[in-house]
């Protein structure tokens, strides 16, 4: 319950975080190069992200700069969703505005976590602030391939292992400066049990 409120009120500093920075980008610039992007590129290299690889963001917000420097550092096929239509309509210019380079690949859409087919990807990002969690982790369990490798970033203070289901294994828990970490995850399968 607090847990839940806990990860209401980051998504929520963060989903107005990004509104604003949509309108004064250079401040969040200077965040995102400085200690977002360091974070990502320890995502990358812990999970291994390569050229060949399908990635999708469930929660992808006004500023999908995880997936931008994902799909810009590694080559990877990239697809960030959102729940929000504001926050899909700010993504798609904030991808215009930034993507210098045509081989980038990424593609940003309405979607929702709870019910989007992610049986193509072999890379799943569940980010800070995704609501309907066990919804979420139920369709990934569902969709995703027998052996996808699932980031979900969460909030250090609370243990991974209260909310993340027994379906699945936590690999690996990378932690950050401030207030979060990214917890490695794949799908448990007989052979874990
Ligand atoms: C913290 S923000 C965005 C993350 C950030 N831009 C990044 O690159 O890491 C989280 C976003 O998740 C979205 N969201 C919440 N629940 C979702 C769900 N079930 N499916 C898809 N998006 C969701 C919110 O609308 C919000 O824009």
């Given at each position: 319950m607090v847990e839940k409120l806990a990860r209401k009120l980051a998504g929520l500093s963060f989903i107005i975080w990004e509104y604003i920075s949509t309108y004064s980008p250079n401040l969040a610039e200077v965040v995102i190069n400085n200690y977002s992007e360091p974070v990502i590129r320890k995502e990358i290299d812990v999970v291994k992200i390569k050229k060949e690889d399908k990635f999708i963001q469930i929660g992808c917000g006004s500023m999908p700069y995880t997936s931008f420097i994902i799909a810009e550092l590694t080559g990877a096929d990239v697809v960030g969703i959102d729940v929000d239509l504001v926050a899909v309509k700010n993504a798609k210019k904030y991808v215009q505005r930034y993507?210098?380079?045509?081989?980038?690949r990424i593609r940003i859409m309405f979607g929702d976590g709870v019910n989007?087919?992610?049986?193509?990807?072999?890379v799943i990002m569940v980010s800070l602030?995704?609501?309907?969690l066990e919804e979420v982790f139920e369709n990934i369990m569902k969709?995703?391939?027998?052996d996808a490798r699932i980031i979900f970033r969460n909030?250090?203070?609370?243990?991974p292992r209260g909310i993340v289901?027994?379906?699945?294994?936590?690999k690996k828990i990378l932690r950050h400066p401030f207030f979060w970490e990214s917890v490695i995850l794949s799908k448990r399968l007989n052979r874990d049990a």
């Amino acid at each position: 319950m607090v847990e839940k409120l806990a990860r209401k009120l980051a998504g929520l500093s963060f989903i107005i975080w990004e509104y604003i920075s949509t309108y004064s980008p250079n401040l969040a610039e200077v965040v995102i190069n400085n200690y977002s992007e360091p974070v990502i590129r320890k995502e990358i290299d812990v999970v291994k992200i390569k050229k060949e690889d399908k990635f999708i963001q469930i929660g992808c917000g006004s500023m999908p700069y995880t997936s931008f420097i994902i799909a810009e550092l590694t080559g990877a096929d990239v697809v960030g969703i959102d729940v929000d239509l504001v926050a899909v309509k700010n993504a798609k210019k904030y991808v215009q505005r930034y993507k210098k380079n045509p081989s980038t690949r990424i593609r940003i859409m309405f979607g929702d976590g709870v019910n989007h087919d992610l049986s193509g990807f072999d890379v799943i990002m569940v980010s800070l602030g995704v609501e309907a969690l066990e919804e979420v982790f139920e369709n990934i369990m569902k969709t995703a391939k027998s052996d996808a490798r699932i980031i979900f970033r969460n909030i250090s203070r609370y243990d991974p292992r209260g909310i993340v289901p027994e379906d699945f294994v936590i690999k690996k828990i990378l932690r950050h400066p401030f207030f979060w970490e990214s917890v490695i995850l794949s799908k448990r399968l007989n052979r874990d049990a």
